[in-house]
């Protein structure tokens, strides 16, 4: 397939991608799968894709479905197509996130950034007693992944996820660089307020669909991103390109990227320019894009 958008320094013209959304758990109980298998399994998405790198993004909580991050680290931590983001569990207390563990995986490089899973979790996005988290983050100049919008969950609550809360921690942590997951679908439009607003607020495009967009909603959602587009003005500056991969497929959304309607240049900062920044990924023959940086 043609894709819009190359690697600035490849003279074969190869698209740059990094999908800055993905995990490694298994979400099927019924056919549980090691972990090894499923690092298998994303590297062949990957390559099918035509994605260069992933951020896999660790869960709230750890057994036997869903690693923990110590899990990951001895797993795929020095693998050069991998990146990783801790996930925080925060509100249960026999596994809650050790702070000065995590602050010290994020000092040595290990860790790339923070995942929140509100609503999953039960606590809101600006819960009072995130501040610390956020302490970290700013001293260490870390990304705040924040799962906003919708839930895979039945036991979540979205009222926590709502991303108009993210303009509260925004205001409060200006050091501190946020992104909201998955646009806040089905808020879009409150989405595009709050990256408009807030220059130190970024989103994702990932966890749009479960498996590969179909046709009648992928133009729904298309329609939901062109809004978007017009009313941020920026869209190259605040938006990453992320799958939410095994749950959505990375080919479909491959191609769903291809057909949003921006400058060429914004799309290179969407596919990969924005998350190499943001998460300081080294991408070999990959230079940055032209224009303004995170």
């Known amino acids: 397939m043609p894709f819009p958008w ?18 490694l758990n298994e979400y099927d109980e019924t056919r549980p799968t090691t972990l090894e298998s ?35 680290v001895q797993a795929v931590g020095d693998h050069p197509r991998i ?13 809650r996130t050790d702070l000065f563990r995590m602050e010290e995986r994020i000092r040595d490089g290990v860790v790339k950034g923070i995942k929140l899973y509100p609503g999953y979790d039960q606590f809101a996005i600006n819960d009072p007693s995130l501040e610390s988290v956020f302490r970290i983050a700013g001293k260490h100049d870390v990304p705040v992944m924040i799962h906003t919008g919708d839930t895979y969950s039945k036991h979540a609550k979205v009222r926590h996820a709502h991303p108009l809360l993210v303009d509260d921690v925004a205001v409060d942590f200006p050091d501190v660089r946020f992104v909201m997951c998955h646009l806040g679908n089905p808020w879009f439009q409150d989405c595009a307020q709050v990256l408009y607003k807030n220059d130190n607020v970024y989103a994702d495009i990932s966890g749009l669909t479960l498996g590969d967009f ?11 991103v062109k809004d978007m587009l017009i009313y941020m003005g920026e869209p190259g500056r605040q ?36 998350a190499k920044e943001l998460f300081r990924i080294e991408l ?6 032209a224009g303004e940086a995170p």
């Open 6 to 23: 190359h690697r600035a320094s490849n003279s074969t013209s190869e698209p740059v991608i990094i999908d800055c959304h993905t995990h």
């Open 38 to 72: 499923r690092i298998s399994k994303l590297m062949e998405s990957m390559d099918e894709a035509g994605i260069d790198h992933a951020v896999v993004l660790s869960s709230y909580t750890a057994n036997d479905l869903r690693p923990h991050i110590d899990e990951l």
């Open 83 to 95: 990146s990783l983001v801790e996930g925080l569990r925060w509100r249960y207390d026999d596994e």
């Open 214 to 224: 179909e046709y009648e909603f992928e133009r729904y959602v298309m329609q939901r």
């Open 239 to 274: 938006l990453l390109f992320g799958t939410d991969w095994p749950l959505a497929g990375m080919r479909s959304y491959v191609r769903f990227l291809a057909g949003i309607e921006v400058s060429e240049e914004d799309r290179d900062h969407i596919a990969w320019g924005t």
């Open 284 to 289: 070999p023959d990959a230079e940055a894009p």
